[in-house]
């Protein structure tokens, strides 16, 4: 997995870390579809859309 990342895209560190995963976004269409993600999910469970309102989209 490490070695495919490195491979296909402009990071060059660690993809995984001790106890836990952490991932990189790295285009806008990539960005957009994760916060369609989380705002989804976020409804069902009837908490606000966007909680981190105070992040802004690219």
């Known amino acids: 997995m490490t070695k ?20 990189y976004i790295f285009d806008d269409d990539h960005w957009q579809t994760t916060i369609q993600y ?7 469970r009837s908490l606000p859309a966007r909680p981190f309102g105070f992040i802004t989209p690219p």
């Open 4 to 23: 495919a990342v490195h491979e296909h895209t402009a990071h060059t560190g660690p993809v995984f870390c001790e106890g836990s995963w952490r991932g």
């Open 38 to 44: 989380i705002e989804r999910h976020n409804l069902r």
